[in-house]
């Protein structure tokens, strides 16, 4: 069937008998719920817009065997995701595919929450009643009596407590639709479970809600059995505690469609109720277009040196200008003098992953930053560094080089902290990126009721323009404008 792939490139390459092996022990019930909702995919056609979210876990490795969208997610955090994945794309298909660790323990919060906002993702809960990936530790679902690496006497009601019925607490909730428990022991119960699967995507598929299946799975490896005698063992003390069945089904119209996200700024200021006067426009696109409609840039320095407000100010800079722009901070330990950065990118249309690995654009505003991130810049990208904090030059063997003395020009302006204006000035020149008026009406805005400082921030502003504009070797202005 197309969605799986026809070699499994995970071991070895893929070659050989290797290429058709998955990861999973022998008898595992992972196996089973792969193919089942492979089958499910390929029969109702919906490869080409289906997303499959597998945090950590035994499935952590699926994407190397569904061809389909694939996202890896934080432990317990699947559902989160796929809510971002259908949200953002509501014609996608999203499946949260998660183990019972995973999923009724570390990811509780997220797939309560995930259910009661009903919003039509599907959930598939594979629940082997231990944390199998990890040696095979105490479960939400481990039986009373089960022993496990953490309970080697067997689980103790009193003091361990029952196991979690996940679906019955989720069909509990108001926002899920269709709720089913299958089991994979013998060929009738596979034949269900495959029909559930296939059931719980057609509802999303409909757009009619929030579907959940828990499949009943083998664990040979943690139970010491044999695929038979885990099979065996499933049927019969796994199923007193978790009976089988469907455990709700509405029958629901279909929810009106929803549209995408807008990056409109007056749609997103009316959406949260806000009265910030909107900023003037002054540009169409990037200035420096030539080099990518989608722009990496990193700020760095100590706690204190101000490279996260410079940051912020470069995304409300994009946003008033209608661009879509991310920023993801990254603090030290110390408020002052620990480690700071932050990742910023910026699109003329969206921004399709915040990271960033390879900046276009480097601003160092200490020697250990400098060091640290200078040799991850793109080639032929742009270093701007504080020359007043850093006596040498960053090493690197192919990014433009350009020192700037941030600190120096805002002591002479009595004011330290505004060494982050001048290194925003610096930057504009340096890089043409967006107007010099975009970012004073983003300086303007974001100090509307200090006066007097955001007149020293417009000049240091300026004065780190006039500083990157005098500096020498300059010919590489032209590979941005």
Request: with cysteine.
């Amino acid at each position: 069937m197309s969605s799986l792939y026809a070699r499994f490139e995970r071991h070895d390459g893929g070659r050989g008998l290797k290429g058709q092996s998955t990861h999973y022990c022998p008898g595992c019930g992972h196996g089973l719920a792969h193919k089942y909702l492979a089958r499910a995919i390929e029969t109702l056609g919906i490869a080409d817009r289906t997303v499959a979210v597998s945090p950590v876990g035994c499935s952590v490795f699926l994407y190397y065997y569904l061809d389909v969208g694939n996202t890896q997610a934080a432990h317990g955090r699947a559902p989160a995701v796929a809510l971002g994945h259908k949200l953002a794309n509501p014609d996608s298909i999203v499946v949260s595919y998660q183990g019972d660790g995973d999923l009724a323990s570390i990811g509780l919060t997220e797939i309560v929450q995930a259910a009661q906002l009903g919003v039509p993702i599907t959930v598939l809960f594979v629940n082997n009643t231990v944390y199998a990936m990890t040696g095979g530790q105490l479960a939400p679902t481990t039986l009373v009596g089960q022993k496990t690496a953490t309970s080697p006497r067997g689980r103790d009601s009193i003091l361990m407590g029952q196991p979690l019925r996940m679906a019955e607490l989720i069909a509990q909730l108001d926002g899920s639709v269709y709720v089913e428990r299958v089991a994979l022991f013998d060929a009738k119960e596979r034949a269900r479970a495959a029909r559930a699967i296939k059931k719980a995507i057609e509802l999303q598929v409909e757009n009619r809600g929030f579907a959940f299946v828990e499949v009943l799975a083998e664990c040979p490896t943690h139970l010491k059995m044999t695929p038979e005698q885990a099979c065996l063992w499933v049927k019969e003390s796994m199923l007193p505690v978790f009976p089988l069945g469907v455990k709700k089904d509405l029958q629901v119209d279909a929810r009106g469609t929803q549209g995408g996200p807008t990056y409109e700024q007056e749609a997103l200021l009316e959406a949260i109720g806000a009265r910030i006067p909107l900023a003037p426009r002054f540009c169409h696109g990037f200035s420096g277009a030539s080099l990518s409609s989608d722009i990496a840039l990193k700020f760095a320095g100590a706690g204190g040196d101000g490279a996260q407000t410079a940051a912020m100010l470069v995304v409300q800079a994009a946003i008033n200008e209608g661009f879509d722009a991310t920023h993801i901070p990254s603090y030290g330990p110390e408020s002052r003098g620990g480690t700071s950065y932050a990742d910023v990118r910026l699109a003329q249309d969206e921004v399709l992953s915040p990271q960033v690995t390879a900046p276009h654009v480097l601003v160092a505003f200490n020697a250990a930053s400098a060091t640290k991130f200078a040799p991850s810049v793109a080639p032929e990208g742009i270093i701007l560094y504080d020359s007043s904090i850093i006596e040498e030059p960053p090493a690197t063997e192919s990014a433009r080089v350009l020192g700037v003395p941030f600190s120096a020009i805002a002591l002479e302006l009595g004011h330290p902290k505004v060494k982050n204006a001048v290194a925003l000035g610096a930057l504009q020149a340096a890089t043409c990126l967006l107007p010099a008026e975009t970012f004073l009406a983003a300086i303007r805005q974001v100090l509307l009721r200090k006066g007097a400082l955001a007149a020293v921030n417009e000049e240091a502003f300026r004065r780190g323009m006039r500083a990157a504009e005098g500096a020498p070797a300059q010919s590489w202005f032209s590979w941005w404008v």
